[in-house]
C-alpha cells in the first residue's frame, strides 16, 4: 500500500509536493509556450478575417472549464480546510462570471453594439477588468498558503458547504456586477483605449498595469514554497495568462487579428492547465481508492498470523458454495481439524513458538490442497476448516487423509511437547449429498447441521486417541 495511505493522508496534488517529474513536465509545457510566443509575437499584428463563431466558441469554452475548475477546487477546499484553495476557487469562479458578461456585451455577438448597455468601450474595459482580477485571487492564493494547516495536523472533520461559504460566494456577484456597470453605464468615467477595432495609445499605460499585476502573481508563487504540483501549473497558467494579453492586447493593434486569436487561445490552454491536473488528480484517487478497498478486504477477510482465510471468509464462502452446490446438486463436503495437545506445546515453548506452530500448519495445509476451489481457513484458536464444493465422501476421506499425512511430514521440523510428543492433527469429516435440504429449513440451519456433524465427528478423533482422522456419515436430505 502507497506510504501516503499508510499514513492516512489525502493523496491531493494541491498539498503533493512537486518532484523532478512534476518539474519537468511544467518546464517543457512553459518552455513550449515560450518558443510559440516568441515565434506568433512578429506577426501579431497581421489582420486576419473577423470570424464570429470563435468568440462564443471561444468564451463557452472558457466559462466551462472555469466553473469546473471552480467547483473541483471548492471540493478539495471542503476536504482539506485550507482557505488559499477556497480564495483560488473564488478566483475561478469571477472569471467565469466576467467571461459571461464579456461575451454577453461583445459587439455584433448577441447584437449589433452588445447587450447590457454596452458602449464601443466597454468590451475592452471588461477584458481588462478581467484579466486584471484573476491575479488578484492568484496573489491572495500565494499569500494565504503560508498560512494554512498541514492536513496531518488537523483534527477537525472535512468542512461542509455552509448557507455562509455560499453567501461569500454569491458577494462575487457584487464586484462582478459593479465592474460590469462601470464598463457599460459609467464607461464614460474611463479613458477611451478602443478606436473602432484599434487600440489608442491609452491601452498600453491600461494593459501595463494588468500586465504587472500578473507578474506580481507569478513572483508570489515562486516564492510560496515549497511548490506543490498546484503551485507549477498555476505557474504556467500565469505565464500564459500574460502572454495572453501581450499578444492580443500589447503587441497587436486590433481586434480580428494574429494576436487577436492567439492570445485567446493561450487564455484558453491556461484556464485548462489546472482543470487536467485536478482531474488527472481525480483518477489517481480514484486509482488509490480501489488499492485502498482491496487492501481493506485483504485485512478483512485474511487471518493476519498464518495468511490464510479467517473465520468471516469462511462463513462468506460456506453460504456462497452451499448456495451453489444447492443449485447445481452437487455434494459439498468440509473439514474440522485441531492441532493435537496444542495448549501444553504453547506452556511449554512460549506464545512465540505457538505461532510460529500455527503458521507451518497452515502452510502445509494449504499446500497439501490441490483444487483453487477449496476454502482453507482458521476456523478459532488452533482449530482449521477445510471447505470442499463438489466434493462426495470417498474423496473428501481422501483429502482428510492427504492433509493427516501432510501434518505427519511436517511434525519432523517442528518441536516436540515434553514427552517427546510430535505435532498432529485431528481431523473429522462430513458430507452432504445430494444438498436437497427440506422445504422451510433455512439457510442457516442447513449450514449449522453440515458444521455439527464435522465438528462431531472431529470430537470422535480426539476421543479416540487423537491424530486420526473421522468421518461422519453422509448427510442426506430427501
Known sequence: MPDRLLKQEPLFLTTLRAGRTEGRIALGVLLLSLLLFFALAPFAKAQLAPLWAFIPAYESALIVNDLI?????????????????FVLAAGYLFTALMTMVHALNFPGLFAPGGLLGARPQSTAWLYVFWHGGFPLFICAYALLKRHDVPVAARTDPPARIRPQTLMLLATLAMPVLLLSLLATRYVAWLPAIMDGDHYTPAMLLVVGSVWSIGVLALLLLWRAQPHSVLDLWLMVVMTAWLIDIALSAVLNQGRFDLG????????????????????????????????????????????????????????????????????????????????????????????????????AVAQGLKGALQRGSDVLARYGGEEFAVLLPETDAATALRVAQRLHACIGRLAGELRTTAGGRAVSISLGVATLEPPDAPTGTTLEAQIAALVKRADDALYAAKAGGRNRVMQDEPLVWA
Open 260 to 359: 487577436f486569436y492567439a492570445g485567446r487561445v493561450y487564455g484558453l490552454l491556461a484556464s485548462g492547465f489546472v482543470l487536467l491536473v485536478l482531474l488527472v488528480e481525480s483518477g489517481l484517487l480514484y486509482r488509490q481508492l480501489l488499492h485502498l478497498a482491496d487492501a481493506l478486504q485483504r485485512i478483512t477477510l485474511l487471518d493476519s498470523l498464518t495468511g490464510i482465510a479467517n473465520r468471516r471468509a469462511f462463513d462468506a464462502g460456506m453460504q456462497q458454495e452451499w448456495r451453489r452446490c444447492l443449485r447445481m446438486g452437487h455434494p459439498l463436503s468440509l473439514l474440522m481439524l485441531d492441532i493435537d495437545h496444542f495448549k501444553a506445546f504453547n506452556d511449554e515453548h512460549g506464545h512465540l513458538e505457538g505461532d510460529a506452530c500455527l503458521r
Open 69 to 85: 475548475t471552480a467547483a473541483l477546487l471548492l471540493s478539495q477546499y471542503m476536504s482539506l480546510r485550507a482557505r488559499s484553495l
